[in-house]
């Protein structure tokens, strides 16, 4: 009987509590404003996960790592692993995170010669900082490596191309050993092309710069940056301090000669003469070694883009 009048009385004091009208419990305006803020913040959560997952997920997959459904069906190279946070295209120094900036400009113009395509047609300038933002969660390192301690690395003005700076491009192409990845015409074919790999061992192809797509962009501020940036994960390095065409490079050049003819041989040996020594390059003012190192960026630069003789990318998709 007791039991019984218990369960009565809780019975009862649950309907008083349910039926009773609620009263609003008033807040201060500090209150309204945080619950306002935390509102929208979730509200922008929710739009940016929606945005990732109709138009990223499906290559990057829903956690980031770049094994979405169809990533198997993609080859080489893969869909970026958001959470590893290296990434090739950045206005950074190599080994640095990319600035949101970076991110969102790979988001709006895609990566020429993959299946990454640019979503700048499709959505929005504040769709794409919302997805950029989204993609940064997904790597620890955003959140330990503020952008304000980021380098930039600066982009000068390009020089006038000229005849000139396309034959010293050519020469430096040579000193520096990229025929070794890139071939002595700058096909991809290089002596060590077939070994190279990317950070997860995986093999990966060195450009064909004939082919004029360059997946960093093909205007010369662009290839520029690429050069001295280095794409990071892959086995480009980045030049902007290690380009140093000294005379030292032409004491052995034995390994060029199956590649290239006598002639040009002479004359690489020639150019290098003209150069400074490693002791008295090193020897220089930090300007008068940016100011060499720079020309030699900008002619490798035009030399390169030389290679493809105004190919578009959609010539080079379609073999014409």
């Known amino acids: 009987m007791r039991r019984i009048e218990a369960t009565v009385r809780t019975a009862a004091l649950f309907l008083a ?9 008033p807040r201060t305006p500090e209150a309204t404003a945080t619950v306002s803020r935390g509102q929208e913040a979730i509200a ?41 946070g290296v990434y090739k295209f950045r206005s950074t120094a190599s080994g640095q995170l990319p600035l949101q900036a970076d991110l969102a400009r790979t988001v709006e113009w895609g990566v020429s010669g993959t299946v990454m395509p640019g979503f700048g047609e499709v959505l929005s300038s504040g769709d794409i900082g919302a997805v950029v933002k989204y993609i940064e969660g997904f790597s ?9 301690g980021r380098a930039v690395v600066p982009v000068p003005t390009p020089p006038k191309e000229s005849a000139e700076a396309l034959r010293r491009g050519r020469l430096v192409y040579l000193a520096m050993g990229c025929w070794n990845c890139h071939g002595a015409s700058g096909r ?33 501020e662009r290839l520029y940056r690429t050069l001295a940036t280095g794409l990071d994960g892959t086995p480009m390095p980045a030049y902007l301090e290690a380009l140093a065409v000294v005379r030292d490079l032409g004491e052995d050049l034995s390994a060029l000669k199956p590649v290239v ?19 008295a390059f090193y020897a220089l003012s930090d300007e008068e070694r940016a100011r060499l190192a720079e020309d030699w960026r900008w002619s490798l630069v035009y030399y390169v883009r030389s290679l493809s003789g105004g190919r578009s990318f959609w010539k080079a998709l379609f073999g014409l």
């Open 140 to 148: 620890p390192r955003f959140g330990k490596e503020p952008e304000a």
């Open 44 to 84: 922008r959560a929710s739009a940016a996960e929606r945005l990732y997952g109709n138009y990223c997920a499906t290559c990057h997959g829903s956690s980031g790592n770049g094994r979405g459904v169809t990533a198997k069906y993609l080859g080489l190279p893969r869909p970026r692993d958001l959470t590893s």
């Open 17 to 25: 509590v349910a039926c009773a009208p609620m009263r609003e419990v």
């Open 261 to 279: 003819s006598a002639g040009e041989l002479a004359e690489l040996t020639t150019f290098l003469g003209s150069q400074p020594s490693a002791e």
């Open 188 to 220: 991809g074919d290089g002596p060590a092309a077939p070994t190279l790999e990317n950070q997860d061992g995986e093999p990966t192809r060195a450009t064909d710069f004939r082919r004029g797509v360059f997946k960093g962009g093909a205007a010369p």
